[in-house]
């Protein structure tokens, strides 16, 4: 079983930044990838962005590229998810969750473990 556990979530002006993480726990040298996920009220978990642990290849949502960023500290067994110039389309819950296949995947489906969720609100 793998634990995941995200923080960082606030309220942030539009176009502002901000950082969260997600500490993992339990059986992570079972997990080989790490994403982000985001829902928003009303609609469907939308996929944000996925990284390797080995490796650190990563994959992005189209709606998040080149303003987010995704990055691991394997040492600390913690993802991050660097957000810049943040819209007020991007306020959701984000989740982090992981999966134990190589490969980099986007659907919901294909990850077996998911944190409680942060909430993201950006006031414009």
């Known amino acids: 079983q793998v634990h995941l556990v995200e923080s960082g979530g606030g309220l942030v002006q539009a176009g502002g930044s901000l950082i969260l993480s997600c500490a993992a726990s339990?059986?992570?040298?079972?997990?080989?990838?790490m994403g982000w996920f985001r829902q928003a009220p009303g609609k469907e978990r939308e996929f944000v962005a996925a990284?390797?642990?080995?490796?650190?290849?990563?994959a992005y949502g189209d709606s998040v590229k080149d303003r987010f960023t995704i990055s691991r500290d394997n040492a600390k067994n913690t993802v991050y998810l660097q957000m810049n110039s943040l819209k007020a389309e991007d306020t959701a819950v984000y989740y982090c969750?992981?999966?134990?296949?190589?490969?980099?995947?986007?659907?919901?489906?294909?990850?077996?473990?998911w944190g409680q969720g942060t909430q993201v609100t950006v006031s414009s």
């Open positions: 990284i390797r642990w080995s490796g650190g290849n990563t």
């Open positions: 969750a992981a999966h134990d296949r190589l490969v980099l995947v986007k659907s919901v489906a294909a990850y077996e473990y």
């Open positions: 339990g059986r992570t040298n079972s997990m080989y990838v």
